[in-house]
Structures are given as C-alpha cells and as structure tokens.
C-alpha cells in the first residue's frame, strides 16, 4: 500500500515567518499534488508537480517533487494569516488512484 | 463555486436508514470521485466513475454504492448506516484520469445518530 506521510501534523505560526511543510514516502510516484482545505470546504488544488526536482512557486509558496519522485515539500515564505488551513498531499498511485496524505493543520496569527 | 455541485449540504439520520448523496460535475469533466473524510482517517477514495462506467475501486464498504448517470451526475448510496459513517463526503472531477488536478465540491456532512 502507498502511503502519503506528511510532517508536521500541526503548525502553529506568528504572521511573518517563514514555514516548511513535508509529504514523503517509499513509493515512486508519476505524480504528486498539494491542495489547501478551509473549514466547510473542499479542498482546492494549488499545484501539480510531475518530474523529479521539479520546482514550482505559486506567489510565496514554493514547491519542490524530490528528484526519485518520492517526497516533495511545501515552503511558504512571510506566512500570512489568510494562508491558514489544512494543507493536503496527495499522489497519483500505480492503480491510478489519487491518496492523500493525513495533512498539516497550519494557523497562522497575527 | 468550484463548479462541482453536491446535495445536500448537511444530512442528519438515524442508525440503519439509507441516504443518497448526489454530485454535479464541473462542465466538461468526465471522471467523478467519491472521497470520505474524518479526522482519525483523513481523505479515503472511494470509487471512480469515468463516462458512466466505474474505473476504480478504493475503500468502500460494501453497504455502500455509487453510479454515474448519463448525463454524468453521480449519486452516492449508503445503506445500514451506523455511528461511524459520520463523515465529510466529497465528490471530486477532472476531464479524465491520471495526472490531472481534481476539483472537489463542498462536501455533504452526515451525522448518524
């Protein structure tokens, strides 16, 4: 079974500071997404990312796909209260499903 | 709006009824995707419909179902629920399958009781 382990589980943050969020596994995956949950909502996808040491920034959140395709991280820089959520990754295993990742639970206060 | 549409919203039930969920895909996507999610489990798949026909199987329990209609909407069906099926129910979409980002709804919430 491919599972998603992603660290930490909580983060509690004061605006400003910069915070690093990862999602790693035994497994190769063709691919690996991050999505962003609000309460009472769905998640919402931020970015997909496809080839080993593949880098993507999306504004202050930059992502990184491990270069075996096992592992990718998420870093935001001078967090913001608005970045508050539940942060998931997810990867598309080799029966094609998408498996998510338990998510990090991010606060940010101003 | 994300363009996925689920219904209802909220959904409170006693032990051992059935209940239907129903999920409107975004325009133009062709998969839909059942996921459940509650704190101790996080997000579990379901089941994948692609065009009408199921294209994967996840975790489902067997006294749930689900189907694809032709005009693509999906309804989920749970049946003998118990206190533990109490979850967040999401559909998701995307045009096909593979790498491809998918779009959820904003879920239905069912308390059993």
């Known amino acids: 079974t491919q599972l998603l382990e992603q660290s930490p589980q909580f983060l509690s943050i004061q605006e400003g500071e910069n915070l690093t969020v990862y999602c790693n596994s035994s497994?190769?995956?063709?691919?690996l997404q991050w999505y962003r949950q609000e309460p009472g909502e769905g998640p919402v996808l931020l970015v997909t990312v496809v080839t080993g040491g593949e880098v993507k920034k999306l504004k202050r959140l930059t992502f990184q796909f491990g270069d075996a395709r096992k592992d990718s991280s998420l870093h935001i820089t001078a967090a913001q209260p608005g970045d508050t959520g539940l942060y998931l990754c997810?990867?598309?295993?080799?029966?094609?499903?998408?498996?998510f990742g338990q998510g990090t639970e991010l606060s940010v206060k101003p | 709006d994300s363009g996925v549409t689920q219904t209802p919203k909220h959904l409170i039930t006693a032990t051992g009824q059935r209940v239907t969920l129903r999920c409107s895909p975004r325009s133009g996507d062709l998969s839909v995707y059942w996921y459940q999610q509650s704190l101790d489990q996080g997000l579990q798949f379901l089941i994948q419909?692609?065009?009408?026909?199921?294209?994967a199987k996840g975790n489902i329990l067997e006294r749930f179902s689900a189907q694809q209609f032709p005009d693509l909407h999906s309804e989920l069906n749970l049946s003998s629920l118990e206190l533990g099926d109490s979850a967040l129910y999401f559909c998701?979409?995307?045009?096909?399958?593979?790498?491809?980002?998918?779009?959820f709804g904003s879920g239905t919430r069912l308390t059993v009781v």
């Open positions: 997810a990867g598309y295993n080799q029966g094609g499903k998408l498996i």
């Open positions: 497994s190769v995956f063709s691919s």
């Open positions: 998701a979409s995307s045009v096909s399958w593979g790498n491809y980002g998918y779009t």
């Open positions: 419909y692609y065009n009408g026909e199921e294209r």
